[in-house]
């Protein structure tokens, strides 16, 4: 017997923005040849959120000509991720997501746009950013939001939000699992509320990342593994 449907409520669907319930979150991810890092393999994955079983994926192998220079990751990225979307959209396929997880950060950018807010933006998408690592920005520190953590007594879905010397929400902080010591990094990237977002990420936790990244993650690994690159 399948369990209850996971959904949002009417005011969370209007906070993503999407007028319906939500049934297909993607994930996207780039990962690079250990023989060349210029060659790299991008994939889209589509998870169904009722299961989280995958119901879609491409993937794309391309050599990438731009270096990478921290806090302008979208400039490499970018492009081979927003091909893959748009190969989807194109053949009309009934599993484009409704929403996108991105490997990296929104909002929580030394500039405020991270490389979920590009593809939110030009793909025309919801997305959500999530970072393994923290940007030091407005006074935001590893060490503090670690302290914070750690006297929530490790309660697994705790999440903190991270309020910079400004005052201003970056996004939180969330152990996903339980006894996990390192945190994730929640922003918002395109139209979504940090709320929002929060809870559709708890949806979709079976480990320490949400599934949608997840499993970018380990597909795009096997097939340079299988394919030798």
Request: hydrophobic residues 40%; charged residues 25%.
């Amino acid at each position: 017997m399948s369990g209850p449907r996971r959904s949002l409520s009417m005011e969370e669907e209007e906070e993503v923005e999407l007028g319906e319930v939500l049934e297909y979150v993607g994930g996207v991810d780039i990962s690079f040849s250990k023989k060349d890092s210029s060659v790299a393999c991008g994939i889209l994955v589509v998870l169904d959120l009722h299961s989280l079983e995958v119901v879609y994926e491409d993937f794309s192998v391309v050599t990438l000509h731009v270096p990478y220079v921290p806090g302008f990751l979208a400039f490499r990225e970018a492009p081979v991720l927003l091909q893959l979307l748009e190969k989807m959209k194109n053949c009309a396929n009934p599993f484009y997501p409704q929403l996108l997880m991105v490997d990296g950060n929104g909002v929580l950018h030394p500039r405020g746009f991270g490389l979920a807010c590009h593809l939110g933006v030009v793909a025309n998408i919801p997305t959500i950013g999530v970072g393994k690592n923290l940007h030091h920005v407005d006074g935001l520190t590893l060490s503090g939001v670690k302290e914070l953590l750690k006297a929530r007594k490790n309660s697994c879905g705790d999440f903190i939000n991270l309020i910079g010397d400004s005052g201003h929400v970056w996004g939180v902080a969330i152990r996903s699992t339980e006894n996990l010591l390192k945190p994730i990094f929640i922003s918002i990237g395109h139209r979504i509320s940090l709320e929002a977002a929060i809870k559709i990420v708890k949806m979709t936790c079976k480990y320490r990342v949400p599934e949608p990244i997840r499993q970018a993650d380990i597909r795009s690994r096997d097939y340079l593994r299988k394919h030798e690159l």
